[in-house]
Nanobody
Framework: WVQLEESGGGSVEAGGSLTLTCKPSGISNGNCLGWFRQAPGKQREEVAGLYVPGTTSGGTHYADSVKDRFTISHDGSKKWWYLRMTSLKPEDTGTYFC??????????????????????WGKGTLVTISS
């Protein structure tokens, strides 16, 4: 039984930082990891993706709206992954979801995160940014 648990959400002022953590259980071969968010009244969107085998040569991708502010990373020993968010803006407010999949290469992983066709999803953690 697969479970993804997000943590680290909360309320901060604009300009602040937060780090989200995704803790998986029941997954042995998830190599395509992602973070997504859904703002109130809007559709869920991709925030960042990471293809674990490709991290030494890239393997990460970000939505334009978060580039240079957010960083996705992975702890190989714990199998956790993170989303470090800095210079937060009110428009970053939303529920953040982690997700995982098993894909054969970085291109397939990018496709999965772009189209939100991931295999497993967490229930989300709320991030609120005040101006």
């Amino acid at each position: 039984w697969v479970q993804l648990e997000e943590s680290g959400g909360g309320s901060v002022e604009a300009g602040g930082s937060l780090t989200l953590t995704c803790k998986p259980s029941g997954i042995s071969n998830g190599n395509c990891l992602g973070w997504f968010r859904q703002a109130p009244g809007k559709q869920r969107e991709e925030v960042a993706g990471l293809y674990v085998p490709g991290t030494t040569s890239g393997g990460t991708h970000y939505a334009d709206s978060v580039k240079d502010r957010f960083t996705i990373s992975h702890d190989g020993s714990k199998k956790w992954w993170y989303l470090r968010m800095t210079s937060l803006k009110p428009e970053d407010t939303g529920t953040y979801f982690c997700a995982a999949a098993t894909r054969g290469n970085d291109y397939a992983c990018s496709y999965a995160t772009e189209h939100q066709s991931m295999d497993y999803w967490g229930k989300g953690t709320l991030v609120t940014i005040s101006s």
